[in-house]
């Protein structure tokens, strides 16, 4: 009897000790609690700059860096996909092995910062490391590869990117590659989808364990990849087009389709994504002659390749964008919430790629997101799926795949 009237006592404790809680400290309580993964960050090429220390908290400033270790810390961010991105390029041999000599270069950047910050920070190679690392009190760093142009034609190199750490690969980028047609290929559709190459890619991605990203591919691609893919997939920072009619956008058919695929969308913050450019500004044109300058370039050097980036950052610098919210990002989870649940939206920032928001600028605001999706009434379970639970169950399938997969060949 006692023991009953302890444990109502504690129960009611609780409960009114909650009911306490500012939105402050709860959006805290929640977020420290859940496990957070943002899905993809262009950070990569700010490793490679001589004068910038991942180690060292760096103000944010317009047109800046946004990720770092201590700014990840005072976000709550546990785990980051690092992305090695490279350009698409003409299709020339020449131009696909500069394209993979920068991937490496990348990914190497983040197995060396991470050795030299082991104390803070690791490498991640899988759902188990994550969750480790998180118990550590240390950052978790996995690496995804966005774009798939410095695999060619040779799918050997897919295993190669597994065995260098990849763990998702997203199969093109803003033009037309050898894998599939992008969203995006001012020339429109080459294969109508995947292409024969491609056709071999989705299946070996799955036998490795290596997540397939459906970022950036046309409407034809992904509905190929979803014939194909015997895993769930990620889209690792896209949003909603129903509330933002942009190419790269899910529309709520792709919505409806990755939902019974077992796969999830990555929210992503980049501005153009979460609300309409306004096309008539100075910036916005200047982004763009910037692109069309550089999209078909062949092979750079690591100092012209930053100038390209220092450039971009200078256009941020000189030329602010009034960006949206993180209530309207927020809009585009209630949007796919509503339309095909709670289990099947994430985040994925694209923060030093051109993610951010007005009151989300850097890793360090991630809270921010947080304690709006609580001021929406979104519950404690809800908003861990969202910052991390949704996305390392796909994952976590991925591995099983493959893991059940290697078996059967023993």
């Known amino acids: 009897m006692k023991n009953i009237c302890w444990t109502g006592l504690f129960i009611t404790l609780i409960t009114v000790l909650s009911s306490c809680e500012s939105l402050d400290q709860k959006a805290t309580r929640i977020h420290n609690h859940a496990f957070t993964v943002d899905t993809h960050v262009d950070t990569p090429y700010q490793l490679l700059e001589k004068d910038f220390d991942i180690a060292v908290a760096h103000p944010y400033v317009n047109g800046g860096s946004c990720v770092d270790f201590p700014r990840m810390k005072e976000g709550g961010l546990d785990g980051i996909f690092f992305a090695a991105f490279t350009l698409q390029r003409e299709?020339?041999?020449?131009?696909?092995?500069?394209?993979?000599?920068?991937?490496?270069?990348?990914?190497?950047?983040?197995?060396?910062?991470?050795?030299?910050?082991?104390?803070?920070?690791?490498?991640?190679?899988?759902?188990?490391?994550?969750?480790?690392?998180?118990?550590?009190?240390?950052?978790?760093?996995?690496?995804?590869?966005?774009?798939?142009f410095p695999l060619g034609n040779e799918i050997s190199e897919v295993e190669r990117y597994f065995e260098k750490g990849v763990r998702y690969i997203t199969l093109c980028h803003t033009s037309n590659n050898d894998i599939c047609d992008s969203s995006t290929d001012k020339n429109g559709a080459e294969f109508n989808g995947l292409s024969a190459f491609g056709e071999q890619v989705v299946p070996k991605m799955n036998d490795l364990g290596i997540i397939i990203d459906v970022s950036h591919i046309s409407d034809s691609s992904f509905f190929d990849v979803l014939k194909l893919s015997k895993t769930p997939v990620i889209a690792s920072h896209s949003c909603a087009r129903a509330v933002c009619d942009n190419p790269r956008n899910l529309s709520d058919k792709m919505l409806k389709a990755l939902a019974k695929n077992g796969g999830v969308i990555q929210m992503c913050i980049l501005d153009d994504y979460v609300k309409a450019p306004d096309t008539t500004t100075i910036g916005y044109k200047k982004e763009m002659e910037l692109r069309v300058r550089h999209k078909n370039s062949g092979?750079?050097?690591?100092?012209?390749?930053?100038?390209?980036?220092?450039?971009?950052?200078?256009?941020?610098?000189?030329?602010?964008?009034?960006?949206?919210?993180?209530?309207?990002?927020?809009?585009?989870?209630?949007?796919?919430?509503?339309?095909?649940?709670?289990?099947?939206?994430?985040?994925?920032?694209?923060?030093?790629?051109?993610?951010?928001?007005?009151?989300?600028?850097?890793?360090?605001?991630?809270?921010?997101?947080?304690?709006?999706?609580?001021?929406r009434n979104y519950s404690e379970e809800e908003i861990a799926k969202i910052w991390g639970g949704n996305f390392m169950r796909v994952f976590k399938e991925v591995e099983e795949y493959a893991g059940n997969n290697k078996m059967a060949l023993n």
């Not at 920070?121 to 690392?133: C, K, Q, T």
């Not at 289990?343 to 709006?372: H, P, R």
């Open 91 to 148: 299709r020339t041999p020449e131009n696909i092995l500069a394209a993979r000599a920068k991937a490496d270069e990348l990914i190497d950047s983040v197995y060396s910062v991470c050795q030299k910050n082991k104390n803070i920070a690791e490498v991640a190679l899988s759902v188990e490391d994550g969750y480790r690392l998180e118990k550590e009190g240390k950052r978790a760093i996995y690496i995804g590869m966005e774009n798939g």
């Open 299 to 375: 092979k750079r050097s690591i100092e012209e390749e930053n100038k390209i980036w220092n450039e971009w950052r200078q256009i941020q610098i000189d030329y602010p964008k009034d960006k949206p919210t993180v209530a309207d990002a927020v809009n585009h989870i209630d949007h796919i919430v509503n339309l095909i649940g709670i289990d099947y939206v994430g985040i994925g920032t694209d923060f030093d790629g051109g993610g951010g928001l007005k009151d989300c600028a850097d890793v360090s605001q991630m809270m921010n997101i947080t304690k709006e999706l609580l001021r």
